[in-house]
């Protein structure tokens, strides 16, 4: 269960992307991938003054390359756009309509996650942080149990 002021990342990106004041960061039409816009998103939760969340500091950071590292760091894989649409090795389902991967908002960012899903905020216990010792383990060749490349095989 989420305390009132989350710590970790992804319960920091559920109440956002849950919270209908915060614009920059949405649910694409499926519910299943995150829509990040950049531009907004720096002005809206990084820009150090109180934000659209109703707090003056959501992430300790104000620079979007943190916020890319740590969606990699728990697992987020960032679809391209190709011409069938998203791409991670299998489809996932067109975008809201009218959504252009460029638009006045900064360029948006689409990721995914196979836990982290509309409507299913238990979940989120499953998102681990990609530590030092797992990366070790992988470059190594080594199996890591709670990886999210051995749930996307499944």
């Known amino acids: 269960p989420a305390a009132s002021r989350p710590c970790t ?3 920091k990106l559920w109440l956002l992307v849950n919270n209908p004041r915060v614009r920059s ?9 995150l829509l990040i816009y950049q531009a907004l998103f720096e002005r809206e939760l990084l820009g150090g ?6 707090e003056a500091e959501v992430f300790k950071t ?4 943190s916020i ?3 969606l990699n760091l728990y697992g987020f894989h960032k679809l391209t756009m190709g011409p069938a649409g998203p791409a991670l090795g299998h489809r996932l389902g ?9 638009s006045p908002d ?16 238990d979940l989120l216990v499953r998102i681990k942080r990609l530590t030092k ?9 080594l199996k890591v149990p709670s990886r999210l490349l051995d749930d996307l095989q499944h």
């Open 106 to 121: 900064g360029p948006r960012h689409h990721f995914w996650n196979p836990h982290f899903r509309h409507n299913r905020p």
């Open 133 to 141: 010792a797992n990366k070790e383990k992988l470059d190594a060749g």
């Open 68 to 70: 890319i590292r740590q």
């Open 25 to 33: 960061v949405r649910w694409d039409a499926r519910g299943e991938g």
């Open 9 to 11: 990342f992804p319960a």
């Open 94 to 102: 067109p975008v809201a309509a009218g959504d252009s991967p460029d």
């Open 49 to 54: 003054g109180p934000g659209a969340a109703g």
């Open 62 to 65: 104000k620079n979007f390359g």
